[in-house]
């Protein structure tokens, strides 16, 4: 059974949620605090967490940034009642995976819960590994060396070169992008795309600046290359 651990402060809102979700035959652990969602989450290991981000005793900014400090690539759902993009994009950068702003209404947020844990799962024709140049990828155990040596990279990181990778010498848009790695009812701004694209270059590329693998198809996308023989 499919586990999401659900972090809320608000009890009226944190009931709501617990119900709906195992009225859809979730497994739930809940909390309301940042600090005991980061035990839970050490001890339950769930498969999603929905996070608020204005919480006591560490924010879900704080817990967000150190699940992915950790490695930990589990997805996360941010609820917060702030709505400024600003805050959408900062949350977004500290690894959220989606953002609802409160009010929400729960069908929607139950329809971005069955997305995330879709994307978790790799669609078919993605590949498992990659590589190119001197980078190796292990996407099922998230991990990336160049040069043999260990190169940290983030859950979206990840998304964005798998889904460019398994459309090699095709030119993929940005708006294609967010709607594959983040979800079509995600609303992230393309400097999002951009940002994610700019790290990967510096992570993975020979010279970030004249980016031979991850090429920008200019007023268009971006474009993977391995480099390999035809």
């Known amino acids: 059974m499919t586990k999401v651990l659900v972090v809320e402060d608000d009890p009226g809102i944190l009931r709501t949620v617990a119900d709906n979700l195992r009225f859809e035959q979730y497994e739930v652990i809940t909390a309301t605090d940042g600090e005991t969602a980061y035990a839970l989450h050490q001890r339950e290991r769930p498969d999603l967490i929905v996070l608020d981000l204005m919480l006591p005793r560490m924010s879900g900014l704080e817990l967000c940034r150190k699940l992915r400090m950790q490695d930990v690539q589990v997805p996360v759902l941010m609820l917060t009642a702030r709505s400024e993009e600003a805050d959408r994009v900062r949350g977004l950068d500290m690894g959220g995976d989606d953002y609802v702003t409160k009010p929400f209404s729960v069908a929607e947020l139950m329809a971005r ?3 995330l844990l879709r994307r978790a799962t790799p669609a078919p024709g993605q590949p498992a590994t990659l590589k190119f140049g001197q980078v190796e990828v292990d996407f099922g155990r ?46 992230p701004v393309t400097r999002t795309v951009d940002n994610h694209v700019s790290s990967l270059r510096a992570k993975l590329e020979p010279d970030p600046a004249r980016p031979v693998h991850i090429q920008t198809v200019h007023g268009v996308g971006y474009k993977f290359v391995s480099g390999r023989p035809a």
């Open 113 to 115: 819960i069955r997305a």
């Open 142 to 187: 998230y991990e990336a060396r160049r040069g043999g040596r260990a190169v940290e990279m983030t859950r979206k990181e990840f998304a964005v070169l798998r889904f460019l990778a398994s459309r090699e010498d095709t030119v993929v848009t940005r708006d294609e992008l967010l709607n594959r790695v983040w979800g079509v009812e995600s609303y």
